[in-house]
C-alpha cells in the first residue's frame, strides 16, 4: 500500500508540501499540486487514519459515552449519531458503564477512556455525573456536549427538555381523559431527570385537587423488567386505580406485558401512558400513547455543536424543542370505559 513518502517521491516534492497537497492546508504552486495530485492518482493513495490525523492534527473521532447497552432507547441514538459522523468523514468510538463502582464514577471512568483514546470531543448521556465532574475535565470540558441533562459550568454545551413540561403534560394527558386515580411506575430514584418529570407530574395533579401522597408509586429502574415487576406489584397491592403513567417507554412495555398475562385490558379496564415516544410505542399491542420527547432533534443539535466546535463546521443548532403527546390505542378516557 502506497504510502505519502511514495506520493512524495513520485511527485519529486519534499514531505511537507505534499502533506501541505492532500491536507489542504498551506499554499503550493498549482503545478506543484498538480504533481501531487498525479502521483496520489498514479499510487492509487488513501491516508490511513493515522495518516490524517497527522496531517488533520485530529483524530477525526468523536466520542460517545452512554451509561448501558442494552435495550431500545440508546440503539437508535448511537445509530444516528454515527450516520452522521461517517457522513462527514470521522469516526465514532462507545463506551459504557462497566466496573464495580456506582454509575457516577462509571460515567467519570468511560469519559477519561475516551479522552484517553484521543477522541476530539465528546458526546455525554449520563443522569448520574455532577457538575464537578465537568470542571475536573480541565481545558478538555470545551469539547463535551451534553444530552439530556444541564451543567451550569458548560449551559451552552447541554442539550435537553423541560422535564418538569414534560411530566405535566403527562398528568394534563391523563385527567383531561376523566382519570384521577393513577398509579405511577418512576425510574431510577437518583436520575435527575426522573426527578424532574415526576415533580412536573405531581404538580399538576395536585394543582388539579388530586391527593398524590395517596399515590400508588414504584421505582421499575428504566428497565422493562422493572415495568413487568412493578405492574404485577401493583396488581397484588390491590390499588384501585384506572390509569398507568410509566416514566419511560420501556417500562411501559413491561407493564403492558404483564397486564397481558394477567388478563387486565387496555384500555378497556386500565389506561397505559409513556413517556419518551421511542420507536417501540408504535409496535406494542395496543399501541401505547407516549408523551413525546425529542431525542433525535436535541441529539442532533448536540452533534452539530460539537462538529462546529472541533473541526470549524457550521451546522444547524437548535435550542428550543416542542413536546407532545403521541396518541395512540393505550389510552382511552373514563368515561369510555365505562360504557
Not at 479522552?115 to 481545558?139: C, K, N, Y
Not at 384506572?242 to 387496555?266: I, P, R, Y
Amino acid at each position: 500500500m502506497a504510502t505519502i513518502k511514495d506520493v512524495a517521491r513520485l511527485a519529486g516534492v519534499g514531505l511537507g508540501t505534499a502533506s501541505r497537497v492532500i491536507s489542504g492546508k498551506g499554499s503550493v504552486s498549482k503545478t506543484t499540486q498538480e504533481k501531487v495530485l498525479k502521483a496520489i492518482e498514479e499510487l492509487e493513495f488513501r491516508p490511513s487514519h493515522a495518516a490524517r490525523s497527522l496531517l488533520s492534527g485530529t483524530t477525526q473521532m468523536v466520542g460517545v459515552y452512554i451509561p448501558y447497552l442494552s435495550g431500545t432507547f440508546y440503539t437508535p441514538i448511537l445509530q444516528a449519531i454515527y450516520t452522521a459522523l461517517r457522513e462527514a468523514g470521522l469516526n465514532m468510538v462507545v463506551a459504557f458503564g462497566v466496573g464495580d463502582g456506582d454509575a457516577r464514577n462509571q460515567a467519570i471512568d468511560g469519559l477519561n477512556f475516551l479522552i484517553e483514546r484521543g477522541s476530539d470531543g465528546l458526546i455525554v448521556m449520563s443522569s448520574e455525573m455532577m457538575d464537578e465532574d465537568i470542571v475536573a475535565l480541565g481545558p478538555f470540558q470545551s469539547r463535551v456536549v451534553v444530552i439530556n441533562q444541564a451543567f451550569p459550568s458548560i449551559a451552552k454545551q447541554c442539550f435537553t427538555v423541560d422535564h418538569e413540561a414534560g411530566g405535566r403534560l403527562a398528568a394534563r394527558t391523563l385527567l383531561d381523559a376523566g382519570h384521577r386515580k393513577i398509579a405511577v411506575i418512576a425510574g431510577r430514584a437518583a436520575a435527575t431527570d426522573n426527578q424532574q418529570r415526576i415533580a412536573g407530574f405531581k404538580a399538576e395533579l395536585e394543582e388539579a385537587g388530586v391527593d398524590t401522597r395517596k399515590m400508588w408509586l414504584a421505582d421499575g429502574d428504566f428497565t422493562p423488567e422493572g415495568g413487568w415487576t412493578c405492574a404485577e406489584k401493583l396488581l397484588q397491592s390491590g390499588e384501585e386505580f384506572t390509569a398507568l403513567f410509566c416514566a419511560n417507554d420501556e417500562m411501559a412495555v413491561g407493564a403492558l406485558s404483564m397486564f397481558q398475562k394477567a388478563g387486565v385490558q387496555v384500555p378497556q379496564q386500565v389506561s397505559v401512558l409513556g413517556y419518551d415516544d421511542t420507536h417501540s410505542a408504535e409496535f406494542t399491542a395496543p399501541q401505547l400513547t407516549s408523551v413525546h420527547i425529542p431525542w433525535s432533534e436535541m441529539t442532533m443539535s448536540g452533534l452539530n455543536y460539537l462538529l462546529n466546535h472541533c473541526y470549524g463546521l457550521k451546522r444547524p443548532v437548535a435550542r428550543e424543542y416542542r413536546l407532545h403527546v403521541a396518541e395512540r390505542a393505550s389510552l382511552a378516557s373514563v368515561a369510555r370505559k365505562k360504557k
